[in-house]
């Protein structure tokens, strides 16, 4: 499996990016994905995830309502509209499937199995 993560680049603080994520494997409906990133000097923390099935998505507090998760099975890739981008959000932004199917999504990195090599996102003025 394949993990290929695309779509980062250096942006104003208040522009958008969309980082695509391409899967060269699975029928993406049936497994959780999710969106990771790391700050410079910061942990990786989970940002946002979708689940298998419904594509319920999960978003960390600080990315509500600026960032959007989705997919598109025919493309097998997952995409994660950030929209009003702020300093802070600057880092490397990995994408990670769980290989187990049909569960529900979660921020934790523990739960996935296969993980891009990421794509770097930085908002400056």
């Known amino acids: 499996l394949e993990v290929t993560e695309s779509g980062g680049g250096l942006v104003q603080p208040g522009d958008s990016l969309r980082l695509s994520c391409a899967f060269s494997?699975?029928?993406?409906?049936?497994?959780?994905i999710a969106w990771f990133r790391r700050a410079p000097g910061k942990e990786r923390e989970g940002v946002s995830c979708?689940?298998?099935?419904?594509?319920?998505?999960l978003y960390i507090d600080s990315v509500k309502d600026r960032f959007t998760i989705s997919r598109d099975s025919a493309k097998n890739t997952v995409y994660l509209q950030m929209n009003n981008l702020k300093p802070e959000d600057t880092g490397v932004y990995f994408c990670?499937?769980?290989?187990?199917?049909?569960?529900?999504?979660?921020?934790?990195?523990?739960?996935?199995?296969?993980w891009g090599q990421g794509t770097q996102v930085s908002v400056s003025s």
């Open positions: 990670a499937i769980d290989g187990a199917q049909y569960r529900l999504c979660g921020i934790e990195a523990i739960r996935y199995d296969y």
């Open positions: 979708i689940s298998s099935g419904d594509g319920r998505p």
């Open positions: 494997a699975f029928s993406l409906d049936n497994y959780a």
